[in-house]
């Protein structure tokens, strides 16, 4: 029903920027809070930053004040420009989605993942 569509991942140097987009297509209603997860090899999945349809963040706190996620309503689309780029950042990142749909009269929410794209930081 919802495709995330994930691009910007890459190879960059130690102290580096990227930037990463997602765009969500399908049966949209409205989306809610949208967000960027990554997973490191061996590693459980975390949450790097998400953001609110008002625009109220959250970010880990392993990247403050190094990430900034925001995102464009109008095209349902998220970004997560990555600075100050660490080796340590190095995982899968994934874009999610809380999407809500309509059918007729009734409302009803669900979650949604992108396919992830790999982002490498050397040393």
């Known amino acids: 029903q919802v495709q995330l569509v994930e691009s910007g991942g890459g190879l960059v140097q130690a102290g580096g920027s990227l930037r990463l987009s997602c765009a969500a297509s399908?049966?949209?209603?409205?989306?809610?809070?949208m967000g960027w997860y990554r997973q490191a090899p061996g590693k459980q999945r975390e949450l790097v930053a998400a953001?609110?349809?008002?625009?109220?963040?959250n970010y880990a706190d392993s990247v403050k004040g190094r990430f900034t996620i925001s995102r464009d309503n109008a095209k349902n689309t998220v970004y997560l420009q990555m600075d100050s780029l660490k080796p340590e950042d190095t995982a899968v990142y994934y874009c999610?989605?809380?999407?809500?749909?309509?059918?007729?009269?009734?409302?009803?929410?669900?979650?949604?993942w992108g396919q992830g794209t790999q982002v490498t930081v050397s040393s």
């Open positions: 999610n989605a809380g999407v809500t749909h309509r059918s007729g009269t009734t409302y009803y929410s669900s979650g949604y």
């Open positions: 399908g049966s949209i209603f409205s989306i809610n809070a």
């Open positions: 953001i609110t349809s008002g625009g109220s963040t």
